[in-house]
């Protein structure tokens, strides 16, 4: 009976470790209100530019394929898993430079795709007549916390923090979300932030929108391993309060 009293009083003290939480810690940007915010009126959708050791993906189409296949080694048909596709594309060399067939070296540092795009079709078109270029950066952002790690691939190039963590499939309602780690490079810097995801603010952050190579770590909180719904612990407090529940009922119609 000893044995079932400290559980029962295990069991309680869960109950109130759960109910000292916040509510407010566990939501994301809990003070917003309903409005409508101008995406042009912040300096936070500036748009991504080319930087060193990344990989570009460059599709060139004409009028007559035939003529323009050997300028597109890396078609996406020829793409296999993950890691091929990552490490597909033209790699942007210490100096800034892509070697593009039949052109040779260009520079393509600090400009954007659209820039990029415009460049080789300009050069291809003393060669070929309509012809159309599109370059994509083959972006991806890292997301790590205390559980798990993943590389999130960027399908496009406004790929904000909390389309990140729902990608990531990792989130835990009781991560700390007001003391995100994000951590940037460009123009030979490394940038460290600490965002806070439960304010509003994070909204006028020039870390929403996230980067190509951005490494996104949040933290668990003191309570992530023991009240998760899905963690081992609390599934075996559960069985055993079930358990304690099912003994106490049997002992009571015994006497």
């Known amino acids: 009976m000893m044995y079932i009293k400290r559980m029962l009083l295990l069991i309680g003290v869960v109950g109130f470790l759960h109910s000292c939480v916040p509510a407010k810690k566990l939501y994301y940007f809990h003070d917003q209100q309903p409005t409508v915010q101008r995406l042009d009126s912040i300096d936070q959708g500036q748009l991504q530019r080319i930087q060193k050791s990344d990989r570009l993906i460059v599709n060139v189409s004409s009028p007559e394929p035939a003529l323009t296949a050997f300028l597109n080694p890396f078609n996406a048909q020829n793409v296999g898993n ?5 490490n597909n594309g033209y790699l942007v060399n210490d100096k800034g430079f892509i070697f593009f067939p039949y052109l040779g070296e260009l520079k393509v540092e600090g400009m954007t795709s659209t820039e990029a795009s415009r460049m080789i079709r ?5 060669y070929y007549k309509d012809i159309f ?7 991806r952002v890292f ?12 399908a496009n190039e406004r790929l904000t923090i909390f389309e990140a963590i729902a990608q990531s499939g990792t989130q ?43 490494l996104v770590y949040v933290q668990q909180g003191r309570n992530t391993t023991f009240l998760s719904p899905g963690s081992p612990s609390r599934n075996i407090l559960t069985i055993a309060s079930a ?11 015994i006497r």
């Open 82 to 86: 993950a890691v091929q596709q990552f």
């Open 122 to 126: 300009d050069k291809l078109s003393l």
């Open 133 to 139: 270029v599109n370059v994509n950066i083959a972006g």
């Open 143 to 154: 997301f790590i916390n205390g559980r798990a790690g993943t590389a999130i691939p960027m």
């Open 172 to 214: 835990d309602a009781y991560d700390i979300k007001n003391a995100v780690w994000l951590v940037r490079e460009e123009n030979g810097e490394r940038k460290i932030a600490k965002l806070d995801l439960n304010s509003k603010n994070i909204f006028t952050s020039p870390y929403y929108y996230l980067k190509s190579n951005d």
């Open 243 to 253: 358990a304690a529940a099912v003994f106490i009922a049997l002992n009571n119609i």
